[in-house]
């Protein structure tokens, strides 16, 4: 009874220390959610905003299986929807788990106030995107990645505001620290003077992004360019599968007429004359 009483005036979380590399979509989320349940955070990234990650380029939309348009949908027709997407090569228990949850993601989202593209009677609204069987994109305009990683930041400033969160923008990790086999620090550059400072934590976070800039053409953000994960990599973590990337069509240079239908663009724009 005395422990109870003990944990919930004092939870062990409060004297705990993460470190967030990243304050993208995932970096962001993870360090706002994390010090809302009461662990101290420091959150790193190269930008002199957290707002500037990579992840505001995101233009479509999220899937959920909300059913709101009473189409057949549900957390399983998503399920395969998006294991088929992925030519069955997903992890089915984390696809699983991202169904299962996607309905809770966009209510986490529209309670940071994400402005969801709404139907006229007030309802959130719905797309079908591509390899979706049913209308289950929630969207806001061509902006989706935008507004919601102003959410996540809205949330993370809170934190920030309350002292839960330390940021620190305009670095760079440059190595990550293994204490008896667990992630236990990061060294940084500062971006600004150059110095070289290390960081420890109970544990550590990567929410460094995608890796799209290993390739000479990307539409990805400079930022993105796998360095902390490298890091990792070279500390013994596994890494799953190289062959899930995104890609854009329009970076993929025009050789020949029937190329591949991943040159729409540029097609489009050789038929124009233009390229
Ligand atoms: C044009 C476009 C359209 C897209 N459309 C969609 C869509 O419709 N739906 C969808 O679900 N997804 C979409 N995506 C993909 C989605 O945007 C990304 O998967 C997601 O935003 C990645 O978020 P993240 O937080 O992991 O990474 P990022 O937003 O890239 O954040 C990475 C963070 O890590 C930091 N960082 C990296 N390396 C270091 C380092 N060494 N030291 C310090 N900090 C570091 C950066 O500063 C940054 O803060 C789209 C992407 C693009 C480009």
């Known amino acids: 009874m005395l422990l109870m009483l003990t944990r919930i005036l004092c939870p062990p979380q409060l004297s705990y220390e993460l470190i967030v590399v990243g304050t993208g979509l995932a970096g ?42 009473n189409d057949g949908d549900s957390v399983y027709r998503l399920f395969y929807d998006t294991l088929k997407g992925g030519d069955f090569r997903s992890r089915e228990a984390n696809v699983y788990r991202l169904a299962e949850i996607s309905g809770q993601i966009i209510d ?31 969207y806001t305009r061509g902006q989706t990645g935008q507004q919601l990683l102003l959410g996540a930041y809205s949330a993370l400033s809170r934190q920030i505001a309350a002292g839960k969160v330390k940021l620190f923008p305009r670095t760079e990790m440059l190595d990550l620290v293994i204490i008896d086999g667990k992630a236990r620090g990061i060294v940084i ?25 290993v390739f000479f053409l990307s539409t990805n953000a400079r930022g993105a360019n796998i360095t902390a994960a490298w890091q990792a990599y070279k500390k013994g973590a596994l890494f799953a599968n190289p062959s899930f990337i ?3 069509p329009t970076c993929i240079p025009v050789y020949e007429h029937h190329q591949s239908k991943l040159t729409l663009m540029s097609e489009s724009l050789r038929n124009d004359g233009r390229v």
């Open 246 to 248: 995104q890609i854009h």
């Open 108 to 138: 986490h989202c529209v309670a940071q106030g994400v402005p969801f593209a709404r139907e006229y009677g007030g309802l959130l609204a719905n797309l079908s995107f591509g390899g979706a069987q049913v209308a289950r994109t929630f």
């Open 28 to 69: 962001a989320s993870a360090a706002a959610t994390l010090a809302e349940l009461g662990y101290n955070i420091k959150a790193f990234c190269f930008q002199d905003s957290a707002r500037r990650a990579h992840s505001i380029a995101a233009q479509g939309g999220i899937n959920a299986a909300k059913n709101y348009q």
């Open 189 to 213: 550059r500062n971006l600004i003077s150059g110095q070289i400072e290390s960081h420890c934590a109970h544990a550590v976070l990567l929410c460094t992004g995608g890796y799209s800039n």
